[in-house]
């Protein structure tokens, strides 16, 4: 079955280069893990089965973040930062803070717990999709998600200075 292409990307490449941030934490290593995806997707299109394309997608995604994709490019940071248009630069800061501090809990989880939560909860992925994506049991996917969520819900509240 041949595939559009311009479809497949319209409809599931801000799905995917969500989730390769959440999964990474740098927007434009994310966006060029998105464009790998895309890049790896047409040249293999003629075995892309529909039906499954978004774990497809997300394993893909996944795939070149676990190889370390681009890394090298990773090695100076920029110092500066974007420019907020915000109306309140107060609550601004505050989300910034606790994105960061999100990113780093998410960057603190074991890598198959990050993937299974991330796919779960950015494109309510099924399970039997994750698990395939992650290669376990169904079972284990839904372990995964549960435990990601509790360790999450655990560092938001140590944050908070309440011990849980």
């Known amino acids: 079955m041949v595939i559009d ?15 390769s941030y959440w ?4 927007r434009a290593l ?13 040249t293999a299109r003629e075995r892309v089965d529909l039906a499954t394309v978004t774990g497809y997608l997300l394993a893909i995604a996944r795939n070149l973040h676990r190889q370390g994709f681009a890394r090298a490019r990773r090695q100076a940071e920029l110092d500066h930062e974007p420019v907020d ?10 989300d910034r803070d606790e994105l960061a501090a999100v990113l780093a809990d998410m960057r603190d989880l074991p890598e198959a717990e990050r ?5 779960r909860a ?3 992925t099924p399970y039997t999709e994750i ?25 938001r509240l140590r944050r908070e200075g309440v011990t849980p």
């Open 85 to 94: 248009r915000q109306p309140d630069p107060h609550r601004a800061a505050e």
């Open 122 to 124: 950015t494109s309510e």
């Open 131 to 155: 698990a395939a994506v992650l290669g376990i049991s169904e079972g284990a996917a839904k372990v995964k998600v549960h435990r990601a969520r509790l360790k999450l819900a655990e560092a």
């Open 5 to 19: 292409f311009a479809t497949l990307y319209e409809r599931h490449s801000a799905e995917v280069l969500r989730f």
């Open 115 to 119: 993937a299974a939560l991330l796919m």
């Open 23 to 26: 999964l990474c934490g740098d």
């Open 30 to 42: 994310a966006e060029d893990i998105t464009a790998e995806t895309f890049v790896r997707v047409w």
